[in-house]
């Protein structure tokens, strides 16, 4: 006897659905597949990719990630081999596939952060370097006069812990997600996979000079004072630990006792993500920066407050956030489009700064003073605001420069020769 599972009446009636479609539809640019997603689960498909994939430099990246991976791993002592091989497998499975590949690719300098994190814990400590107690006090004094950590914790209140863990213990983790919808959404295509490279990269930089450069907390020189460190010292949550007392149940202690990097004090990577956060949102929206950056400078009160970080560490921290966001600017990052409102409003994407003092493509005027009168060419105002809506991409997917016609609508010959291609 066939079965079939009962309908569910839709309380949205049919005509105002099809209106809705119908919107949604016309308000997508027809060159919109640039911001598609691939639903291919043909491997073949992501080898015919990687064949065409045009090697530089910048691909050495995949080499650090190798490295940085197999390092961790080999000195891992859980899980056990057979765990470790069934999720590499897993993870070039991911890879293989075109419909999952768009989403692990981008996050696997993010995964191999975690990984070196937490198997830090594993390197013995015969070959780790000197633990550094007075060097992040003496560099508080000289630069700030006074230890900005201790001055903050002083005063300690139920309000005031409960405003420094919402950012430190919810945000710096729950944060990067919501960052990362915004941008999926309403930021052009191609932002999402930058800002997740990005992120991980800053990630692995700081873990590696947390290790070569390891450095005491304040709430070490709290509880030790300046007296040498060594790696069997447990970890400590500091203020969080008032957190705990206040929640009823261990939510930090134990992780904070246990921590991989007990002195991983400089850099902050609190600080270093709250403001690569924020360079990242300020770029794709502009009208948040007041909202970002104030996030950011709440994190860094934060984090002296519960006493994780001394002022130098969040400086620390942010200049390398601004070092990996300016390089990722430069070369990487699709550039904003203001009158675009989400990503499927994109007819085609331009990477990278715009050159200083020339136009858009490499193009420039041969007459000024007659161009002037004339704004209707796209081309050398290299404004998306002017192109129709059924224009063309000057960048195909696969990242070739396209050669046919210009972005203007039927552009006659008298107006390409007041171009020029430097």
Known sequence: MPFSWPSILNPIPRRY??????????????????????????????????????WSYYDAKYLILIIVSVFSLSISQAPGPLVKTGASALLMLALLMPIT?????????????????????????????????????ALENIFYG?????????????????????????????????????????????????????????????????????????????????????????????GLARVDRLLGFDMYTTNFTASPLVFGAFPSLHSGNAVLEALFMSHCFPKLRPLVIGYAMWMWWATMYLSHHYAVDLVGGGFLAAIAFYIA??????????????????????????PSGAYEYGLSVLDVDDFRN???????????????????????????????????????????????IR
């Open 17 to 54: 659905r099809r209106r809705l479609r119908s919107k949604f539809r016309s308000a997508q640019s027809p060159a919109s597949s640039i911001a598609s997603i691939q639903t291919s689960f043909n491997p073949a498909d992501s080898i015919k990719a990687l064949r065409a994939h045009r």
């Open 146 to 238: 006074a230890n900005i950590s201790n001055i903050l914790s002083a005063n300690k209140f139920v309000v005031l812990d409960v405003l420094a863990w919402v950012p430190y213990g919810l945000l710096h983790f729950g944060g990067p997600f919501f960052w990362a919808a915004l941008m999926f959404f309403f930021s052009a295509p191609g932002t999402l996979p930058v800002f997740a490279q990005t992120f991980g990269y800053l990630n692995i930089a700081g873990v590696a000079i947390q290790l070569i450069f390891p450095c005491s907390p304040p709430w070490y020189e709290n509880l030790y004072g300046l007296a040498p460190a060594n790696y069997s010292i447990p970890g400590s949550p500091a």
């Open 101 to 137: 590949r768009q989403f692990f690719l981008p996050v696997l300098p993010i995964f191999t952060w975690l990984l070196f994190f937490f198997n830090a814990r594993f390197i013995p400590s015969e070959y780790r370097p000197h633990i550094w107690v007075k060097v992040l006090p």
């Open 329 to 354: 600017k430069a070369n990487f990052l699709p550039r904003v489009q203001m009158d675009k409102a989400w990503r499927w409003d994109y007819d085609y994407v331009e990477k990278g700064e715009a």
């Open 374 to 420: 004339d704004s209707s060419d796209e081309w050398t105002v290299g404004s998306s605001s002017s192109i129709s809506s059924g224009s063309r991409s000057p960048i195909d997917e696969s990242q070739s420069s396209w050669e046919g016609e210009t972005l203007a609508s039927q552009a006659s010959d008298t107006e390409l020769n007041e171009i020029a």
